[in-house]
């Protein structure tokens, strides 16, 4: 983290399997739009926002990283996560096995490869899916609980549900542990 | 902008195999989409493709630093990445290694501005190495882990495979506005295998 010029930056990290959703949040978040075709991310797609939070007045900048989720980016991976303040981890709640994988892999990684008293928060996305829901919200609200994540949301990527509060939230979160 | 607008450390030129081999490192170490977010967040979007121009021609200066400073924007806090798109970018600048001395000479003659780099010292196991004004983390708060990968790597490929080669220096200030000049030691070590003990 970096004071300079009295602003704060923060390395954040969204992680999740491939297609949970992580590279439209951030699109949702930063340029307001949603793309319907799915194109995988290769590497790691890096983007800026900066932020004026009134409740600790700070202002910040943002360093997203939108980790690829698939298995062939495992070892260049762990470099991505270095210096890491936070991850929103990322689950499609029409898909289980994308909730399983947060507990036997992505928080796991975070953990391992970041900074280790990093924040995280838990993400139920595409929750505008209702008739194909396969994970409840009490079962995400009690995996947050179990994995001591700071918080848990369900977002639409697509309609922009809770998106622009989720990175808020993180942002608070760590500023409030790193600014300390 | 033309050349002759161009004022004080943003004045000069980098040869296109500089700019190829540095953008080949990115697409290594970050994949497409990394390469990608560093040269869209320089505003220098069009140059994804640059494999295809002559190596031995230009670009500004400005326009390559400004790629540096989007590079150090991003992957602020992130030395290991820096160290390794180093050792990339010295792979692909010089494919077949060369000696060590010939890649100090043509680093400094393909990126040309105000800033030196040149061997101070060598003997067998140590070289020491001057860096004037380096243009790879002039910002403040930026380390210089992405040219330090350069010359390890640069080094290590100038040796046989039996020795490895490691590196220390007075420790870096990034706070300090004139932290980009600095000393770096390079250590040159025998590699011992288990036959040979």
Redesign the interface.
Known sequence: ??D?AKKW?I?LAVLGDPAVGKTSLINQYIQHRFKENYQP????????KDMILDEINVETRL?LW?I?GQDK?EL?RQ??F??CHGSLLVYDITRSSTFHGIETKWLDDFQKFARPDGEYILIGNKVDLKESRAVSFEQGSDLAKKINASDFFETSAKSGINVKEVFKNLALNVLKKFKA | MKKEELIGAYRGEVKYSVVTALLQAYHD??????M???LR?AEMLHLKNIRDEDPDQYLDFFSFKKIISAQN?????????LF?IGKKFSFYLFPYGKNFEDVIHEINSSIITEWKVEILERNEDLITISVQKCIFCSE??VPCDMFKGFLVHSLEKALTSDYSVSYYGDREDV?NPDHNNFVLRLKIEKKYYMDDL
């Open positions: 983290m970096n300079i930056a390395k991310t290769l590497g790691v797609n890096i983007l800026t360093i939108d690829a980016y260049t470099l991505f270095e210096g | 170490i970050l994949d497409f989409d990394g990608k977010s560093i967040e924007c991003l992957l602020f806090d992130s030395s290991m990445l390794e403040i708060g706070n």
